[in-house]
C-alpha cells in the first residue's frame, strides 16, 4: 500500500469523533494515519484517549491570547508532526484567516446538521423548533466563513416525534462516527497535499 496520508486532528473536548478517526486508522487499509492530535485546552478528556491508543498530543490553554498567535502555535506543531491534511472533530473555537489560508483545500470539520442549514452552535433545538422532519451531520471543506465551506459530504437523520436535542444529538453522533472516517478516507485520497 502506498504511503499513508499524515493528518493532525483538532479537539476541545472529549474528542468521539477523533476516537472514531483513529479507530479507522488502525485498519491497514486506511489511506491516513493520525500524525497528532492537538487540543486548546490541555486537559481536553480526548488528548488523554489519544495518549492511550498511541498518538502524539499537543495541548495548550488559548486563554489570554490572540487568536492569530496561538494558530500559530498550532500550526509550528502540524507542520513539526509532518501533518498534511488538517480535520477539526469538535474543535469548539474560530480559526484565524491566516490558519485558515495555510491549510486551504486540506482541511475539513464536521458539523451536526445538514449545512447550509444550522451553522454554528445549538443545531439540534434549532432543527426541532423548526418543525424539521430530519437533521443529520455534514463534513465540509473548511473556509474563512463559520461552517461555510463546500460540502464533502453528509448523512441524514429523521427527526422523531418527542425528540429532544440531546435524544437527537444522539442518533446523530453515531452517524458522524460513521461518516467523518469514511469522508476523511475519501477527502486525503482526492486531494493532493502541499507543502
Known sequence: MAERARVGVLISGRGSNMIALAEAAERPTCPYEIALVAANDPDAPGLARARMMGIETWGLSHAGMKRAAFDALIDAELRRAGAEYVALAGYMRLLSPEFVERWAGRMINIHPSLL?????????????????????????????????????ASARVPIKPGDTPDSLAARILVEEHRLYPQALAEFVTRVAPRS
Do not use: M, N, Q
Not at 132 to 145: K, L, N
Open 116 to 152: 447550509p442549514a444550522y451553522k454554528g452552535l445549538d443545531t439540534h433545538a434549532r432543527a426541532i423548533a423548526a418543525g424539521d422532519a430530519e437533521s443529520g451531520c455534514s463534513v465540509h471543506v473548511v473556509t474563512a466563513g463559520l461552517d461555510d465551506g463546500p460540502v464533502f
